[in-house]
């Protein structure tokens, strides 16, 4: 099994370009997020989802947008992407009880 | 909200006994967890511990919690060089969303 993919692994994008980030998990897992870690700052919350055709706001969601619309892969997206969203984004899955997070390997995000 | 700390740094040598501590805001977290993040690679899970427990032992990881105190430690047994990484404390109540703290880093020296 695989896990959690997610791809690409690095992005260099330009300020107001836009792009997607794709995760994939083939575990089956009901739930699916986006963190994005920054130096000093641990993981933030961007985005979740409890279900296909579900999502839901976390802790820094501006700026992002997120789509479910297959169980197995959870869309991240930057519209218009700024210096500020340099970071690693982390995608995760878990199964609705509390067992504990599967994470992809990450994306390197730089915006210049 | 619910707020995890844990000490940004941690040193010891070789064999010796490591014991990384965190500190959480949140009485109604269900699940309390101990995540290893290698240089370059995603978070692991190591072990949970469920908040009616107060110790879970696994090979050479042992984890404690104080409910009381709101406190979680996970001590790891004869520490080698290859446990050196970034260890992070994270609390599980709502919806199956997490609450991480920043991670301490773990430095083994020979």
């Known amino acids: 099994n695989a896990g959690v993919t997610q791809t690409p692994k690095f992005r260099v994008l330009k300020t107001g370009q836009s792009m997607t980030l794709l995760c994939a998990q083939d575990m089956n897992h009901e739930y699916m997020y986006w963190y994005r870690q920054d130096p000093g700052m641990g993981l933030r919350l961007i985005h979740y989802s409890v279900g296909e055709g579900t999502t839901a706001k976390g802790e820094v969601p501006d700026g992002y947008n997120v789509s479910r619309l297959k169980k197995q892969n959870f869309l991240l997206g930057l519209e218009s992407a700024a210096p500020s969203q340099t970071s690693v984004y982390f995608c995760a899955s878990s199964p609705p009880r509390l067992y504990g997070y599967t994470f992809g390997s990450g994306t390197r995000l730089t915006v210049v | 909200g619910e707020d995890v700390e844990q000490s940004l740094f941690l040193s010891v040598r070789e064999g010796d006994s490591s014991v990384i501590n965190c500190t959480y805001t949140d009485s109604s977290s269900t699940y309390l967890y101990w995540y290893k993040q290698e240089p370059g690679a995603g978070l692991q899970l190591l072990t949970y511990?469920?908040?009616?427990?107060d110790m879970k032992q696994d090979q050479r990881l042992t984890v404690l919690l104080n409910k009381k105190d709101k406190h979680l430690s996970l001590r790891i047994a004869d520490t080698q060089t290859g446990d050196s990484a970034i260890y992070f404390c994270?609390?599980?109540?709502?919806?199956?969303?997490?609450?991480f703290g920043d991670g301490t880093t773990l430095t083994v020296k020979p």
């Open positions: 511990i469920f908040s009616n427990m």
């Open positions: 994270a609390e599980g109540a709502n919806a199956g969303k997490s609450t």
